[in-house]
Every structure is written in structure tokens, then in C-alpha cells.
């Protein structure tokens, strides 16, 4: 188990760039999510995929916010045209859904910072 | 709708003494909860979780919950407490997504 896996750590970037994030989940988990978090905030949901398919995005997930896991596997988080609001911890989450409240593993997260 | 509510922003204690953190619930029928930590600039690591097989929970670091059906709560506590718990805690009600409450920032004084 080499848990969940987040790439960059660290993303500084001007305002009106494109930025990507990865995430590696855990390699059996079936489910993969995303989450947002603000300083001093707990995270908030953004979207979530079982297997391949996005079955749900929060109104928070403007269509800025476009999200893939086109394998089933890794997931790809992408802000187009970010603005200074963006500047969060990303975080990434997996779990192996069997029925019932399964606990997630979280990543360290991607902490975006727009300039 | 299903919420938690984190009722203390901040907690400090010395070392070797108790801890209490409060978190209370709403959900509309029987809640999965989770107590999660979080370390500075790390992702968030699972301490226990309820899912109604037993009231009290035992978890990791030895932390554990209570869950308590008529008030609607699910405190964490740990008998004494050590430098390393210093740590942002965070209450958590699960619907498939995790909705999280506000976090109690735990300080541990030597």
C-alpha cells in the first residue's frame, strides 16, 4: 500500500494560467474524489468518480473546473483561466466502495498559490 | 440535510492531561462519522470511525469516540495527552462524500 499520491505538491502561478493536477489513488480503490481546502476551513467536496465514471460535482466545481480519471485509475483536476480565489490545498482522496461508508485515504494535497 | 458542527475552533492543553474535542451531528437517519487529523501542510489521516456496530470507538493514537444517539454528539477524547497530538482535528459526517465540519486546532503545552 503506497497510498494516495499527489502531484505537484506546491503550484504557483499568475492569474488567467492553466494549471493540472494528478492524483495516484490507492491501486485497488474503486473510488477516487476530490476535495477543496481553504486556510482556516475544513475541505469541501468537489467531485467524485467510481471507477471511470464522474457520478457527482458540486456546485462549487465551476466549468473552470474539469476533472478525468479516463482509465479508472489516476484522476487529472484541471482550472482553466485560474483567478486569485482558486489559491486552496487540493486534495485527493480514494476509497474501495463494497457497500456501506468505506474510509478514505487522503493525499498530502496540491497547495495551489495564484499570484 | 446532513451537517456537523465542531463546537470549540481552538483546544489547548498540557501534556499528559486529558483531551476533549466536541463535534455534534445532524443527519436524518443513521450516520457513518469520522474523526480525521491533520498535520501542517499534510493531508488528512483517519482516526476512528462509527458505523453504529458499537457506541464507543477506539482509534488510533489512543484517541476514542462516543457516539451518543440522544444528544446527537460524537466527542473525541484521549486520557493524556502528548506533543505530537498538536493538530488540526476535524469531525466528519459520511454520504458517500465526506462533509466536514469548521476543525478544532489542538495546541499541547510542555
Known amino acids: 500500500d503506497t497510498g494516495v499520491s499527489q502531484n505537484p505538491r506546491h503550484k504557483i502561478t499568475k492569474r488567467g494560467q492553466n494549471v493540472t493536477f494528478r492524483c495516484d489513488p490507492i491501486s485497488e480503490h474503486n473510488r477516487l474524489y476530490w476535495y477543496r481546502q481553504t486556510l482556516g476551513q475544513g475541505p469541501e467536496f468537489l467531485t467524485y468518480?467510481?471507477?471511470?465514471?464522474?457520478?457527482?460535482k458540486s456546485r462549487l466545481l465551476s466549468d473552470r473546473f474539469s476533472a478525468e480519471r479516463p482509465k479508472g485509475s489516476f484522476s487529472t483536476l484541471e482550472i482553466q483561466r485560474t483567478e486569485q480565489g482558486d489559491s486552496a490545498m487540493y486534495l485527493c482522496?480514494?476509497?474501495?466502495?463494497?457497500?456501506?461508508?468505506?474510509?478514505?485515504?487522503f493525499g498530502d494535497g496540491t497547495r495551489l498559490s495564484i499570484l | 440535510a446532513q451537517s456537523v458542527t465542531q463546537l470549540d475552533s481552538h483546544v489547548s492543553v498540557s501534556e499528559g492531561t486529558p483531551v476533549l474535542l466536541r463535534c455534534n451531528y445532524s443527519?436524518?437517519?443513521?450516520?457513518?462519522l469520522f474523526w480525521y487529523v491533520q498535520h501542517p501542510n499534510k493531508g488528512l489521516q483517519l482516526l476512528l470511525k462509527y458505523t453504529s456496530a458499537a457506541t464507543l470507538v477506539k482509534g488510533i493514537n489512543g484517541f476514542e469516540a462516543e457516539f451518543k444517539k440522544s444528544e446527537t454528539s460524537f466527542h473525541l477524547t484521549k486520557p493524556s495527552a502528548h506533543m505530537s497530538d498538536a493538530a488540526e482535528y476535524f469531525c466528519v459526517v459520511s454520504r458517500g462524500k465526506l462533509i466536514f465540519g469548521q476543525g478544532t486546532e489542538l495546541s499541547v503545552k510542555p
Open positions: 482522496a480514494s476509497s474501495l466502495e463494497t457497500g456501506g461508508d468505506q474510509p478514505q485515504h
Open positions: 468518480f467510481q471507477n471511470e465514471a464522474q457520478l457527482e
Open positions: 443527519s436524518s437517519y443513521s450516520p457513518s
